[in-house]
T-cell receptor, first 111, second 114 residues
Framework: KQEVTQIPAALSVPEGENLVLNCSFTDSAIYNLQWFRQDPGKGLTSLLLIQSSQREQTSGRLNASLDKSSGRSTLYIAASQPGDSATYLCAVTSGTYKYIFGTGTRLKVLA | DAGITQSPRHKVTETGTPVTLRCHQTENHRYMYWYRQDPGHGLRLIHYSYGVKDTDKGEVSDGYSVSRSKTEDFLLTLESATSSQTSVYFC?????????????FGSGTRLTVV
């Protein structure tokens, strides 16, 4: 059974720092991995999707990497801003239409 | 979120009453999903649909049923609401199978069972 873990559960950093969020999964046979952002009381917004054949994806200040063999993905946020404060979730699918989600990392960027 | 609407946004209901949540999409996507989100558990799949009248159970389907009579609508029904079903419910859609698809989420329905 696929399990997704995100560590740390919470993180506080000063504005301007570069930071890395971690996601690990137990079954390396995935189709793709998706990173989401969730603001308090809101829905989930897709940030990046990495296909199983890809090593990384970039969007603006965000870069997500994928290492299937080790069951890990990282989300790198460059030059963090207070507006980046949110919960970040990763999710994986093994091609059965269904994503399995981690419990998220709650990020706070201090001005 | 553009293209996917959940209703109602908030609902308070009494234990034992039936409740139906609606997810409506304008993207003509084939796949639709219902998740619940609870502290400490993250998002867990309740039911999903892979086409009109084609549905299947997720990991936490007990006490829930779904229907999809049209491509654009996916209904989640709590047959007899219990306090353990107090949660935030999210609908998601995806366009296709294969490793290029991803989810788009609705804004959620906050359900309280008293």
């Amino acid at each position: 059974k696929q399990e997704v873990t995100q560590i740390p559960a919470a993180l506080s950093v000063p504005e301007g720092e570069n930071l890395v969020l971690n996601c690990s999964f137990t079954d390396s046979a995935i189709y793709n991995l998706q990173w989401f952002r969730q603001d308090p009381g809101k829905g989930l917004t897709s940030l990046l999707l990495i296909q199983s054949s890809q090593r990384e994806q970039t969007s603006g200040r965000l870069n997500a990497s994928l290492d299937k063999s080790s069951g890990r993905s990282t989300l790198y946020i460059a030059a963090s801003q207070p507006g980046d404060s949110a919960t970040y979730l990763c999710a994986v699918t093994s091609g059965t239409y269904k994503y399995i989600f981690g419990t998220g990392t709650r990020l706070k960027v201090l001005a | 979120d553009a293209g996917i609407t959940q209703s109602p946004r908030h609902k308070v209901t009494e234990t034992g009453t039936p409740v139906t949540l609606r997810c409506h999409q304008t993207e003509n996507h084939r796949y639709m999903y219902w998740y619940r989100q609870d502290p400490g558990h993250g998002l867990r799949l309740i039911h999903y649909s892979y086409g009109v009248k084609d549905t299947d159970k997720g990991e936490v389907s007990d006490g829930y049923s779904v229907s999809r009579s049209k491509t654009e609508d996916f209904l989640l029904t709590l047959e007899s609401a219990t306090s353990s079903q107090t949660s935030v419910y999210f609908c998601a859609i995806s366009e296709s199978q294969g490793n290029n698809y991803g989810y788009t989420f609705g804004s959620g329905t906050r359900l309280t069972v008293v």
